[in-house]
């Protein structure tokens, strides 16, 4: 794992993206592919780090993800995000996906990474990021 839950086990960071896993999302084993995973945490960063940016951003760096537990059909995926660090033009994003068990209401980390962001102009060129922005 790329970075530790809270002391008490509970998610690091703000709650940014919650959906329910359906049939359609499932890999040929029948649990819900790691790509769709992915990007959930793709958009709960995206989410975060226009916040943070006050505009567009783009990703441009994932830090090694493991899967520590499937997804299942019915559970509720929740993806959690902590801005770590804001430089100049980009930030780096530590976002952990967790599934509440469908039925049980169980709570597991399933997978956590860095996402490195960049904040862009109009034209696709890096940008500041404003400093005067207070993180919600």
Same mark, same amino acid.
């Given at each position: 794992?790329?970075?530790?839950?809270?002391?008490d086990?509970?998610? *690091?960071?703000?709650?940014? #993206?919650?959906? !329910? &896993?359906?049939? $359609?999302? @499932?890999?040929?084993?029948?649990?819900?592919? +790691?790509g769709?995973?992915?990007?959930?945490?793709?958009?709960?960063?995206?989410?975060?780090?226009?916040? *943070?940016?006050?505009?567009? #951003?783009?990703? !441009? &760096?994932?830090? $090694?993800? @493991?899967?520590?537990?499937?997804?299942?059909? +019915?559970?509720?995926?929740?993806?959690?995000?902590?801005?770590?660090?804001?430089?100049?033009?980009?930030?780096?994003?530590?976002?952990?996906?967790?599934?509440?068990?469908?039925?049980?209401?169980?709570?597991?980390?399933?997978?956590?990474?860095?996402?490195?962001?960049?904040?862009?102009?109009?034209?696709?060129?890096?940008?500041?990021?404003?400093?005067?922005?207070?993180?919600?």
């Amino acid at each position: 794992m790329t970075g530790e839950t809270t002391t008490d086990g509970r998610p *690091r960071g703000s709650l940014t #993206v919650r959906v !329910i &896993a359906m049939p $359609a999302d @499932t890999n040929a084993n029948g649990d819900i592919f +790691g790509g769709w995973v992915l990007s959930r945490m793709d958009q709960a960063g995206g989410i975060a780090s226009v916040e *943070r940016a006050k505009g567009r #951003v783009v990703t !441009i &760096a994932i830090e $090694a993800m @493991t899967f520590i537990r499937p997804v299942k059909v +019915g559970d509720v995926l929740e993806v959690y995000t902590d801005v770590e660090k804001v430089g100049r033009t980009s930030m780096k994003i530590h976002i952990e996906a967790w599934a509440r068990r469908f039925m049980t209401h169980h709570h597991e980390k399933v997978t956590d990474a860095n996402f490195t962001f960049v904040a862009i102009d109009e034209e696709g060129r890096p940008r500041p990021i404003p400093r005067d922005t207070v993180q919600a």
